[in-house]
């Protein structure tokens, strides 16, 4: 297995913001006692997690500049 090259620049990509999301997301729902789990529809929370993860997959095949180092100015 080998990193892709920006690996070091990956928070700033939309795939790793919407996964990390994703992942908060059902996170916070298992911590939450379950009277307060009862008051929202797990559908919902799956639903939500569900499209995180899907743009998460099109946010990788995206091309995204922001993440790419800016250039090397020439040597004089």
């Known amino acids: 297995m080998k990193l892709?090259?920006?690996?070091?620049?990956?928070?700033?990509?939309f795939s790793m913001q919407a996964m990390s999301c994703a992942t908060a997301?059902?996170?916070?729902?298992?911590?939450?006692?379950?009277a307060l789990q009862a008051r929202l529809p797990g559908r919902l929370v799956v639903g939500?997690?569900?499209?995180?993860?899907?743009?998460?997959?099109?946010?990788?095949l995206?091309?995204?500049?922001?993440v790419r180092p800016?250039?090397?100015a020439p040597t004089p």
């Not at 729902?29 to 379950?34: I, R, T």
């Not at 995180?52 to 099109?58: A, H, I, R, Y």
């Not at 995206?62 to 922001?66: A, G, L």
């Open 4 to 13: 892709i090259p920006e690996a070091r620049h990956c928070w700033r990509m």
């Open 25 to 34: 997301l059902l996170g916070a729902w298992g911590a939450l006692p379950d």
């Open 48 to 60: 939500v997690a569900v499209a995180l993860l899907v743009l998460g997959m099109v946010g990788r």
């Open 62 to 66: 995206v091309q995204q500049d922001s």
């Open 70 to 72: 800016p250039p090397e």
